[in-house]
């Protein structure tokens, strides 16, 4: 049980009013939940944001103070809320170092550690009033809950880190989450807004995707993820481990890991970004029609623009972090470089950017907004492709030789195997 001393205790975070902890205390106070104050939500991308500063701690505690809002507006009964709240604090416990960056080089995804992580919480979700199977239901949207804090365009978890994250960016035109929370609605199939709200709907999906295209995948930030990804990458594979020791880790430990490596690409690369000293694209691959959006006026950059599905089966291929890894050396090799040297850095493609379908709650029984409003659809597909590039990226000394050798690059890439 809380201490009654505390019935009253709160923390204070940006961008929401005091958040109520007393009754998760013992969970707060745990060692899983303290050490997300040492996970950046946005990773390296203070690299491009320097207010991009702000923690997966911070974002739990602002998912639970929307979630306590939303139970008040929906008149939750007490169990349900307190399981609710719980799921909402929790539901990033299972992240690692950087959040997402890393996690393509690791085994296991944050949703399977975040459960592991649960199984060690036991003790505090039990002085707490709550069951470990519960919360894994919730982890795992096996429980029909979970959906207030877990849906793709509604969830607690959502609303908290389009506003937070664009707070911490600097982006404005924030849609008004308050107003949202007040006229969604749980139906049969999932969550709805309610039909008179159909533009502020949208307002929703489209500043998911603005924030996607220009903040979490800015053309800058996936250069120094994907350094920062080949450097634990070359570190593992020099240890010949499977990276599970990671995920316990806070970023400035991972930093450090990388800083004594054993591998010299490692160390090379960290100490990179320690000092901001990028790798610079030098080609650029555009889908055809949306060249002009890549800025290569007065830079070693070539830009090429080649057929959309082309681009998607490549930008697919080299997710893979061992193919990734293979293509780069191949090219390092070619043109005598050392090793990480030239990387690849391919933004995916329509992976969460074009949101999940949002059903819009009318007298009638309601419809799926995308499957309706096939403009909107289009808007949010040229809006990304628009954005969505594949970069090949140098060291800035070979910059300039390389780009004047982008087409012999580009068709040994595509004959490559």
């Not at 959309?308 to 930008?315: I, M, N, V, W």
Request: aromatic share 8%; net charge neutral; glycine share 6%.
């Amino acid at each position: 049980m809380t201490d009654s001393s505390a019935i009253n205790q709160s923390i204070c975070i940006p961008a929401a009013p005091p958040v109520s902890v007393a009754a998760y205390l013992p969970l707060i106070r745990s060692r899983q939940f303290q050490a997300l104050r040492g996970r950046k939500q946005l990773g390296i991308n203070d690299l491009v944001f320097p207010g991009a500063q702000h923690t997966r701690f911070e974002h739990a505690l602002g998912t639970l103070a929307l979630t306590q809002r939303l139970a008040g507006l929906h008149h939750l009964p007490a169990e349900e809320r307190r399981l609710l709240e719980a799921f909402a604090l929790l539901h990033d416990i299972g992240h690692g170092p950087f959040s997402h960056q890393i996690e393509p080089v690791l085994t296991g995804s944050h949703h399977e550690h975040g459960c592991r992580c649960l199984e060690q919480l036991e003790r505090p979700l039990r002085d707490c009033s709550l069951e470990v199977t519960q919360l894994t239901a919730m982890m795992r949207e096996e429980h029909p809950l979970a959906v207030w804090v877990a849906d793709r365009n509604l969830g607690t978890d959502k609303l908290d880190y389009l506003h937070r994250d664009a707070l911490h960016i600097g982006f404005r035109g924030i849609p008004d989450i308050e107003r949202l929370q007040y006229v969604t609605r749980l139906t049969p199939e999932g969550l709805a807004v309610d039909g008179k709200f159909l533009e502020e709907a949208k307002q929703v999906q489209k500043f998911y995707s603005y924030l996607h295209q220009h903040g979490y995948l800015n053309k800058t930030a996936l250069i120094a993820q994907r350094m920062l990804q080949r450097a634990v990458h070359e570190e593992l594979r020099e240890q010949k481990q499977n990276g599970d020791q990671l995920w316990d880790m806070q970023d400035r430990q991972l930093l450090a890991w990388l800083e004594s490596a054993t591998s010299d690409l490692a160390r090379d690369l960290a100490a990179r970004l320690a000092w901001r000293q990028l790798h610079n694209a030098f080609l650029t691959l555009k889908p055809r029609g949306y060249g002009f959006a890549e800025n290569a006026s007065g830079k070693d950059l070539t830009v090429i623009e080649r057929p959309l599905d082309e681009l998607r089966s490549l930008a697919q291929k080299f997710q893979a972090p061992e193919t990734v890894r293979q293509l780069e050396n191949s090219l390092a090799d070619k043109y005598r470089l050392p090793a990480g040297s030239i990387l690849v850095a391919a933004m995916p493609y329509y992976t969460k950017l074009i949101p999940k379908d949002l059903r819009i709650a009318t007298s009638q029984g309601g419809f799926w907004l995308l499957e309706a409003d096939s403009d909107h659809l289009r808007s949010l597909r040229s809006d990304y492709q628009r954005t969505f590039a594949i970069r090949v990226l140098a060291v800035p000394e070979a910059r300039k030789r390389l780009a004047a050798k982008a087409d012999e690059i580009l068709a040994f890439m595509l004959e490559w195997q």
